[in-house]
């Protein structure tokens, strides 16, 4: 969401006359947007702001002045430390508030020759009004874009800040996302990702401005399928408990929807889940897994981990390496529990030791990097469709993603950058995979490709 996020913040800016820079030693402006999930991310926050002090200072002493700006979720938490302790920041501004960027950046300047320096601009407000409803058109850039649907949570995992610093849950209007959607298409993006902290529980009015006509991310997916030119479809992230049926429904009569759902589970212990306030079991887990494969058999799954829970016994533990087995994910993205500030999870007095967290780390990282491995060795011989949006690093080679997200590289023609083709996989690797174009009879032009795989 960052992603989408820093994407919106320089259309925001470009109407100001803003371009992007190649570094930023020559940027007149200087935006980190920053995460907060964890101590580890957040950390990289201060030592990034020393090193731009000092690009600050020099590009001073040549003449230039530099706004510097902190955005997202670590200036929504930590914003007024950071003004106090990082003078040199000019604009502290939280996840909800960029439209409001182009006022920030005029008051900014207006400090910078003012008679005095004034202490840096803070907005990091929840505004009643959604910031989509002031932003301008979104601008395309490149062949797979992120689409944001839906943010924030209310679920208020014992772990997570996310409800803290991106707010109540909110869906934008059917007709805002459609009309996002078509401008991309529009501006040749072929595949489309729904972005949501708590995507499928998505319920945006279907008819803008009628309370009451909500509908799921089942019925957006659909609507969104009937757009020309979208071919494939993926969302992110799920909660287990809002997996609705008529979700699972499009997972089956869907083609554009890609056969892949990334649906965090975080352990493999009820207990340890009861204690996270995650609301699903490992049976909610495994009932949702079989209705998925039920109406789509070549369903595969991505999941989350967090091991060192406070209060996580060897038991709990092995739960997880269980559970890991059980359900072959394909990838996974696994973490030491990080006691976030204000979260329930922070005060748990049984917290565990983090060499400990470091150890089962270890041991569960193994099984998931071997699982996932076989995956993509049993991928090879198959034919799957891959959007092309990356040049590789060898020369004629062109990188794209297969329906389960496996990066794949490809000796191709430039004239295939952008494109959709089938592709067939020929080696495997830990993180990615090699493939070949498919060369049928009567090779499809580029746009009847298009046309083929959406059909
Ligand atoms: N510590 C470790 N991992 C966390 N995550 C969220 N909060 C924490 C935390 N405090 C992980 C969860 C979530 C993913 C985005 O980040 O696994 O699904
Ligand atoms: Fe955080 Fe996801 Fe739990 Fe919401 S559902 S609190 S975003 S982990």
Redesign the pocket.
């Given at each position: 969401m960052n992603v989408y996020d820093s994407n919106r913040m320089a259309d925001v800016l470009a109407a100001l006359g803003y371009v992007s820079a190649d570094g930023p030693d020559d940027a007149d402006m200087i935006i980190l947007n920053t995460c907060h999930?964890?101590e580890k991310a957040a950390g990289k926050l201060f030592s990034e702001l020393g090193r731009l002090r000092n690009i600050k200072e020099r590009r001073l002493a040549s003449g230039s002045s530099t706004v510097i700006a902190v955005a997202g979720c670590v200036a929504q938490a930590e914003g007024a430390e950071i003004i106090n302790c990082a003078p040199f920041v000019d604009i502290v501004l939280g996840p909800q508030t960029y439209h409001r960027l182009p006022e920030m950046v005029a008051r900014a300047s207006r400090a910078a020759t003012g008679p005095q320096k004034n202490k840096g601009i803070l907005d990091i407000e929840f505004p009643d009004e959604p910031k989509f409803d002031h932003l301008p058109e979104v601008t395309a850039k490149g062949f797979s874009a992120f689409l944001s649907v839906q943010e924030g949570c209310d679920k208020f995992c014992t772990?997570?800040?996310v409800p803290y610093t991106r707010g109540a849950e909110f869906s934008r209007p059917f007709e805002d996302v459609i009309n996002e959607a078509r401008t991309v298409a529009a501006g040749g993006v072929k595949e489309i990702t729904l972005l949501g902290q708590n995507v499928n529980a998505y319920h945006g009015e279907a008819i803008k401005g009628e309370p009451g006509s909500e509908a799921g991310l089942g019925l957006l997916i659909r609507q969104l399928a009937e757009i020309e030119r979208i071919a494939h479809i993926r969302y992110t992230?799920s909660h287990p408990i809002d997996m609705a049926d008529d979700l699972i429904a499009a997972h089956g009569d869907v083609g554009e929807l890609m056969p892949f759902l990334h649906l965090?589970i975080?352990s493999g212990s009820d207990r340890i889940l009861s204690r996270m306030n995650r609301y699903h079991r490992i049976d909610d887990y495994r009932r949702m897994v079989d209705k998925l494969l039920a109406v789509r058999p070549d369903m595969k799954l991505s999941s989350?981990?967090?091991v060192g829970f406070p209060g996580e016994r060897d038991e709990d533990f092995e739960a997880t390496m269980k559970i890991a087995d059980e359900f072959q994910f394909i990838q996974t993205?696994s973490?030491?529990?990080?006691?976030?500030p204000g979260?329930p999870?922070a005060l748990m007095q049984d917290q565990i030791p983090e060499f400990l967290q470091s150890e089962r780390l270890v041991v569960l990282q193994e099984l998931l990097e071997k699982n996932q491995m076989t995956f993509n060795q049993e991928s090879v011989g198959n034919v799957v469709s891959v959007l092309f949006d990356r040049r590789g690093r060898k020369d004629g080679q062109l990188v794209g993603r297969t329906p389960y997200m496996q990066p794949v590289h490809v000796q191709a023609s430039d004239k295939m950058f952008g494109q959709i083709a089938e592709v067939k996989l020929t080696t495997a690797h830990a993180n990615s995979l090699g493939g070949e174009l498919v060369t049928v009879a009567n090779q499809p032009s580029p746009m009847n490709e298009i046309e083929r795989v959406s059909a």
């Open positions: 999930i964890r772990f997570c800040v992230t965090p975080q989350d981990f967090i993205y973490f030491k529990y990080s006691p976030r979260t999870g």
